[in-house]
């Protein structure tokens, strides 16, 4: 008998099926699993919620998961801080082609000895005094670095605010894939428990067919090591299922002392038109934020070229003060010393680059060498994102092809295997034949679940390149 896979791989490219596995039925394994699960059974204390997470959902749906995540994860709040600093830097940017404005006081105690020209010799002189003032300046040309400073910020935001989608993006696909796993093993787990139901209901009437001597020992044996190998996959899919759980609770980030639960039953739909091929590369080319965040990349190049040219250009700045005085060694009292001090300036700096050991020459080539380089990125972001788009679809395809095949299979196994313990009813099948037929049954409705979360998965990540919210 096989084991359904219990992890989709994460992978925002490509969804890679794992073959099941073997395994064989231990009591003494069978003994410890259900010992350690009993030890882990959650307490009363560990249910009980705390209060701070009064307003999050009882059931989470996979809209619950997104929203969520969108305003709590660490990772987004700290990118968003980065979209605020970049308004900032945007905000000082724009004030630079204002003119500034400063003012000043300073207060002086002056000691000094002088000469006495009355009785001779030094005497010492104490003398108090103030300047004020009030100095404005503002720059009127650079080359025109500060229109391409604003720019160049503005263009900082835009990457900012980019790389807070590209990362939604990601965790969106990784919510999905563990919401999607922990749907899919809610739906083994009921499976399997409907077969240790119909095991049961098998072993009771192999007992009646051993009394009344249609059956061997040995078959009876049989039947029982086959209930306890059901019972054990169950116990094997709740413990996965916890795992799933905790995953999807990690990539949200919850407290640890928080007791997660999905919605018991979501009406997942198989999906069964897929858009071209073309449509949604060319949909993901214009709009995906990697390849928008290359772009801004390659405008930040050309403003930085611009900028560095500015620096051999002559910088004209207008300036101006206002100034006044005041010192208690004349006879003039105080407002009127201010007054006679006043004076005012304005006037005109021109500034002209001449030489400067090459270094306006290095940052002009450094600068055209960063424009190829982002040119070079953006042409690989697009390469990359063509392929990943590219494996989606062959992965849609894939698995559609195998959930078909899947259904054939299944509903053909599920026949043979209802046939076969009707025959088990009569005692009219041999036991290995049986065990057999519903080996093959069990393992054909693994492969069904897996299937079918597999096109779910694959169809969802394919269309979210297109740009289309993933929803089940």
């Not at 019972?231 to 007791?259: C, D, E, G, M």
């Not at 190049?301 to 005085?325: D, E, F, R, V």
């Not at 060498?369 to 849609?396: P, R």
């Not at 979360?453 to 390149?465: D, H, K």
């Amino acid at each position: 008998m096989k084991k359904l896979p219990h992890i989709l791989k994460a992978s925002t490219a490509s969804l890679k099926n794992e073959k099941p596995a073997q395994f064989i039925f231990s009591k003494g394994i069978l003994t410890a699993l259900s010992f350690v699960l009993l030890s882990f059974q959650p307490s009363s204390s560990t249910l009980a919620q705390d209060s701070s997470f009064h307003n999050l959902p009882d059931k989470w749906s996979l809209e619950d998961c997104f929203e969520y995540a969108a305003e709590n994860n660490l990772q987004l709040q700290t990118l968003s801080l980065d979209v605020a600093t970049s308004n900032q830097n945007l905000l000082q940017s724009k004030a630079a082609i204002y003119p500034n404005l400063s003012a000043s006081s300073t207060q002086y105690l002056t000691n000094s000895k002088n000469a006495n020209p009355v009785v001779g010799g030094f005497q010492t002189q104490a003398n108090f005094a103030s300047n004020y003032s009030l100095n404005s300046s503002m720059i009127l040309y650079q080359g025109g670095y500060l229109k391409n400073n604003i720019q160049s910020q503005q263009l900082y935001v835009q990457a900012a605010k980019l790389n807070v989608e590209e990362a939604k993006n990601d965790i969106t696909i990784q919510i999905t894939q563990a919401y999607l796993n922990i749907l899919m093993e809610k739906e083994n787990i009921l499976a399997l428990q409907n077969i240790v139901q119909t095991s049961q209901a098998q072993y009771e009437n192999g007992q009646v067919l051993f009394n009344a001597g249609s059956i061997a020992k040995k078959d009876l044996v049989q039947l029982e090591a086959t209930l306890a190998t059901d019972q054990y996959n169950v116990v094997l899919a709740q413990n996965q299922l916890r795992q799933n759980t905790l995953t999807l609770k990690q990539i949200l980030q919850l407290p640890s002392s928080y007791h997660l639960n999905v919605l018991d039953s979501v009406n997942v739909t198989v999906p069964t038109q897929v858009t071209g091929l073309q449509t949604v590369e060319d949909s993901a080319l214009q709009n995906r934020p990697e390849v928008k965040n290359s772009e801004v990349a390659v405008q930040q190049s050309n403003l930085q070229l611009k900028q560095a040219y500015t620096a051999n250009s002559p910088t004209i700045s207008a300036g101006g003060s206002l100034a006044s005085g005041y010192s208690d060694d004349q006879s003039t009292k105080y407002l009127g010393q201010l007054n006679n001090n006043f004076y005012q300036r304005i006037g005109l700096t021109l500034g002209i680059p001449i030489f400067n050991n090459r270094i306006n020459k290095t940052n002009i080539e450094k600068s055209k060498i960063a424009i190829d380089q982002s040119q070079i990125a953006l042409k690989n972001t697009k390469l990359v994102l063509s392929q990943q788009v590219e494996q989606a679809f062959i992965n849609v395809s894939n698995s559609e092809a195998q959930y078909k095949a899947a259904q054939v299979q299944f509903t053909a196994n599920e026949e043979n295997y209802r046939i076969a313990n009707e025959q088990l009813k009569l005692g009219a099948v041999n036991m290995v034949d049986f065990l057999v037929q519903k080996n093959l049954f069990i393992q054909a409705q693994q492969n069904l679940i897996q299937a079918k979360y597999n096109v779910i998965m694959s169809y969802s990540i394919y269309e979210f390149y297109m740009g289309k919210p993933i929803t089940l």
